[in-house]
């Protein structure tokens, strides 16, 4: 048990801050009690907290060999949306497993960075310049991307290809395939767009032009962006936020949180909770180039890198910055199942950290 | 280089620690990238952030405000309407209502049964209240009944806890406590219509109400009043929070009417089931003291709708209720129209009180014979004999005389067939016939026109108010206007007085001229209205009977000697009419009155103005400031 010192528990209160904070939101998302919101999102903490302990206790080679069975898994939960999920908002999106809402692309996410971690680990830097080695990680990227965008959700699909695009390009891919991976994504995106959902293209749209459609499509944007600039330097006060405990914010205990806390606590309460993320996303990072070992590297990266994109994505999308797009921010936003994918990610980005010393048996050539 | 990295890369299974990994090199220097692009992204959202809190801040947060408040319009309570001396004509009652909150209630259907086993809900209410369900939010009450009684509230306050999510509730409706005496007078009101709201948004209230006929709709403006408001604090789907600031609204004004709703119920008495209409007015500044119409109809009635079975009863009966006779039933004067026709040719010059005229009972012009209503006709008569007579052929030969165009000028000065300033809307004019008229028309003016035009027949249309106008200019030399409208919010309009009317330019000994003849009509021998003698000690009345044909009498009916006009069918006989005032000897008071196909109007009339009259002298309202004891109106009953 000495391992458990080993954990960075200073990151663990960093966590603990953040979801302190999702806690105290939902509270006054509820109107000033701890029901319907916050009190099961502090039991489902409890819970996602043990769960992270648990897997950063787990050693890497376990971790390694259980990769490919989380990632076939993942597409077999991804197929079976398609065809079985719950319908929210006109794309299939969760899974009711046992009475629990599963979202198989944020188990994707996970699956998928510990399968590219274990495949580039078994790679050294000679491997990856050769680009027969990268076609099968790039079907393994490739995959989940295209089944997410048919869910339909495109900001999923974008947040993995992302994520795989990050690991590839730090587990050493030579630059001249980067130029070359590049060149042909406009045409892609133009592509992409003509196969986009009615209601995905009246998101673009909107958030081009949201004073176009005040009350439909462009109301979010709007309501959203009334309650940030509401909120000024020192906010309205904690329950006092006007746009949020009147209900004129949409979904504001999930992906429109962040503006219930800009309203209420202000652009000082706002930056703070940014800085939070920032340091998170940092020490995610920071543990990725500390570790010793291949695989926690990428692992540690690519579950920063989730963090960030999530981060990136809710706060952009709150600010009108890019299309509203069903993204949570992670631990403050209410829900089960991004909450446990999310202390998942920190169990196994811990684990990295544990394990950081740890000598794997990284081939660095088996054939060479 | 790269090569030789290659090179130390192929040693198998390095401790970790001493591993020269190049890979991780390139690992650190691209993942400090990742941590700079990062950092960069986080920095410009934090960047932005700023720019939407602080740089635009107070333009959101003035866009939050309007989120948040909504401001509704309170509908003001419509103005009181009362009599002369205060009593409550036209009122404003609390509405009790039953609502329905559908969100307190997990069985919507069973609530509305289990009320329905309390307060009966026809077909109707059902539809309704089903309808109003599907269109409206859930936290907007559902009206289940309105105008509840007492006992049926106090049924569902016993029964309360079986009826989850009903509550009780108050709005206002108009109340006539009069109902018929007053319905053409005071009018109704009924729920604006789409033009009414697209005209005021004060309309568009709830409980709003608009005149429909009467001083409520020709006083609307004032009854209406001004709206206050309240500012809510209301959620995104419109759910109110809390009340932030309220301002009452302005109530509409409190109109005092001239009428005297005493004599009102007088005048309705003496007149009965007949069809008739009854002005009586001050003579000194034109106050319509009351102004009867029959048959009349129950005005609440429009508060709540008119059902389609009631209008169409209404609208097809002979008798029209809906129609207020005293301004807009149009009648030919008959005899009434003689004193205009004497005043016409006195002020001529041409005619002098004293001048004769032989009566045989006929007039020949250009071959057609003119039958005076007595066969064996009035010898020779003056002016005054000619009133007292009522003789025809006197009124023939001056209107002769004289011509059609003096006639009707004298008789618009004298308000005949000219628009009144009466405050109440839907009022016709009636017509004072003239040659340039006919030619308007396309009809060539015969000189016969102008002599049946002398005794009130013919094209010749007057409603009862300019009769009663009419008697009273006659009497006081004044050009008084009829009004309703004696004070608003209890101040007294300066029409009350006498001398606000100027006068009407008629020299005085005409004047008496023709009050003197009308005096002769009730109260010397032969007079034509002996039964219209007041009763009252020291006080005469002045008066002239009328009957006016409706329907062409031909010669051989009349020459053959069975002509009565009893025996025709009822809407076939002739109007009666009578005009007077009194006291004679200092005039008051005006009086007026048609009954429809009445017959003679020295029969029918005569004794009904006189009733009117005695009761409108015994009362004196001009003169009282309080109403009389209801003794003071009872004793004369066995007059009748």
Redesign the interface.
């Known amino acids: 048990m000495a391992k458990l010192w080993r954990i960075s528990w200073l990151y663990v209160l960093l966590i603990c801050a953040l979801a302190g904070i999702g806690y105290v939101t939902l509270y006054s998302a509820a109107g000033g009690v701890p029901y319907p919101f916050a009190a099961p999102q502090a039991a489902r903490f409890a819970v996602g907290l043990v769960l992270m302990v648990t897997i950063a206790m787990l050693p890497p080679h376990l971790l390694m060999r259980a990769s490919w069975g989380m990632y076939a898994l993942s597409l077999v939960l991804l197929v079976a949306v398609l065809h079985m999920g719950h319908v929210g908002k006109g794309a299939e999106r969760w899974l009711m497993i046992g009475g629990l809402q599963v979202q198989p692309s944020e188990f994707a996410k996970i699956a998928l960075v510990a399968v590219l971690a274990t495949w580039f680990s078994r790679m050294d830097y000679a491997r990856m310049g050769n680009p027969l080695w990268l076609i099968p990680p790039a079907f393994m990227v490739l995959v989940p991307v295209g089944l997410v965008l048919k869910e339909p959700n495109l900001g999923t699909a974008v947040i993995i290809g992302g994520i795989g695009a990050s690991l590839f390009f730090t587990a050493g891919m030579r630059l001249w395939q980067i130029i070359l991976l590049i060149l042909p994504v406009p045409s892609l995106v133009q592509f992409a767009y003509g196969h986009l959902h009615d209601y995905q293209k009246a998101r673009i749209t909107t958030f081009l032009h949201p004073e176009n459609d005040p009350l439909g499509a462009g109301y979010n944007i709007i309501q959203s962006k009334i309650a940030l600039g509401s909120g000024g330097m020192w906010g309205q006060g904690y329950l006092h936020g006007s746009q949020g405990q009147l209900n004129f914010l949409p979904e504001k205990q999930t992906d429109f949180i962040f503006t219930m806390i800009a309203e209420e606590w202000g652009f000082i309460g706002a930056a703070a909770v940014i800085a939070l993320l920032v340091l998170l996303i940092m020490g995610g990072m920071i543990m990725a180039i500390r570790c010793r070992n291949r695989f926690g590297r990428l692992i540690a990266l690519g579950i920063s890198m989730n963090f960030f994109f999530y981060c990136l994505v809710n706060l952009s999308m709150v600010m009108g910055a890019i299309p509203v797009g069903g993204v949570p921010l992670p631990l403050v936003s209410y829900g089960g199942s991004a909450m446990l994918n999310v202390m998942l990610g920190f169990g196994l980005l811990l684990s990295t950290w544990v394990h950081r010393d740890t000598r794997l048996d990284e081939s660095s050539g088996h054939t060479a | 280089m790269w090569l030789k ?2 090179k130390r ?9 001493d591993q020269k ?4 090199g ?3 220097r ?3 990238l ?2 700079a692009v ?2 960069g ?2 920095g410009e ?2 960047r ?3 720019h ?3 740089n ?2 107070d ?3 003035r ?3 309007n ?2 408040v909504s401001k509704r319009l309170l509908a003001p309570p419509r103005g009181r309407i009362v009599d002369r001396y205060g009593i409550a004509l036209a009122n404003n009652k609390e509405n009790w209502r039953a609502l329905l909150m559908p969100e307190e209630t997990t069985d919507v259907t069973g609530t509305i049964e289990r009320f329905s086993t309390l307060i009966p809900l026809d077909e109707r209410d059902r539809n309704r209240i089903a309808r109003e369900m599907r269109h409206q939010r859930r936290f907007v009450p559902v009206m289940l009944r309105d105008f509840l009684s007492w006992d049926e509230m106090a049924r569902i306050e016993l029964n309360a806890p079986s009826l989850p999510g009903v509550l009780i509730d108050v709005g206002t409706r108009r109340v006539y406590p009069e109902g018929e005496l007053l319905a053409h007078i005071i009018g109704y009101v009924a729920p604006p219509n789409e033009n009414d709201v697209a005209h005021s948004t004060l309309l568009a209230l709830p409980g709003m109400r608009v005149g429909r006929a009467g001083i409520e709709q020709n006083q609307d403006e004032k009854l209406r009043g001004t709206a206050g408001s309240v500012e809510m ?5 419109g759910r109110v ?1 809390s009340e932030l600031n309220r301002e009452e609204g302005v109530p509409g004004e409190e109109i005092s009417l001239t009428i005297d709703r005493g004599l009102q119920q007088r005048v309705l008495n003496h007149i009965g089931d007949q069809t008739a209409s009854a002005v009586v007015m001050d003579c000194h500044n034109g106050e319509v003291l009351a102004m009867v119409s029959t048959p009349s109809f129950d005005p609440s009635l429009f508060d709540s709708g008119v059902s389609h079975a009631q209008w169409i009863e209404w609208t097809n009966n002979q008798h029209t209720p809906l129609i207020n006779k005293a301004v807009a039933g149009v009648y030919p004067p008959g005899s009434t129209f003689k004193p205009a026709v004497a005043m016409a040719a006195l002020e001529s010059g041409l005619v002098s009180p004293t001048d004769r005229v032989f009566c045989p009972g006929h007039l020949d012009v250009g071959g057609t014979r003119f039958h005076c209503w007595s066969r064996w006709g009035h010898g020779s008569v003056d002016l005054h004999l000619a009133l007292k007579y009522s003789c025809d052929v006197y009124f023939y030969e001056i209107a002769r005389r004289i011509g059609m165009d003096r006639i009707a000028e004298t008789a618009h000065r004298m308000g005949l067939g000219v628009p009144l300033d009466i405050e109440l809307p839907h009022t016709r004019t009636g017509l004072i016939p003239t040659p340039a008229w006919r030619q308007a028309h396309h009809h060539h003016w015969n000189g016969g026109d102008t002599i049946v035009s002398g005794i009130g027949q013919g094209f010749i249309q007057v409603t009862p108010l300019q009769l009663a106008t009419y008697t009273a200019r006659m009497a006081t030399g004044r050009a008084v206007q009829p009004h309703l409208m004696r004070a608003i919010n209890g101040e007294v309009s300066p029409m009350a007085n006498a001398e606000h009317w100027p006068s009407l330019n008629m020299p005085e000994k005409y004047l008496e001229a023709l009050r003197a003849g009308m005096f002769a009509v009730v109260n010397e021998p032969h007079g034509t209205a002996p039964k219209a003698q007041l009763d009252l000690p020291g006080i005469a009345m002045a008066g002239k009977t009328g009957s006016a044909q409706v329907r062409h009498v031909s010669r051989a009916l009349r020459e053959s000697g069975h002509f009565n006009s009893a025996n025709l069918p009822w809407e076939y006989r002739p109007h009666a009419l009578f005009i007077c005032f009194a006291p004679y000897d200092a005039p008051r008071y005006a009086v007026s009155v048609v009954i429809e196909h009445g017959n003679a109007g020295a029969d029918a009339a005569a004794p009904l103005a006189r009733n009117i009259m005695r009761d409108t002298l015994l009362r004196d309202p001009s003169n009282h400031t309080t109403p009389p004891p209801e003794s003071v109106a009872t004793v004369d009953d066995s007059f009748e």
């Open positions: 990295r290659r890369d192929n040693r198998r299974l390095m401790p970790i620690r990994d190049p890979a991780r390139v690992f650190t691209r993942a400090l990742c941590m990062q950092a992204a986080m959202l934090a932005r952030l700023y939407i809190q602080i635009d801040g333009h959101y947060a866009m939050a405000a989120n948040r604090e209301v959620n995104a789907v929070i």
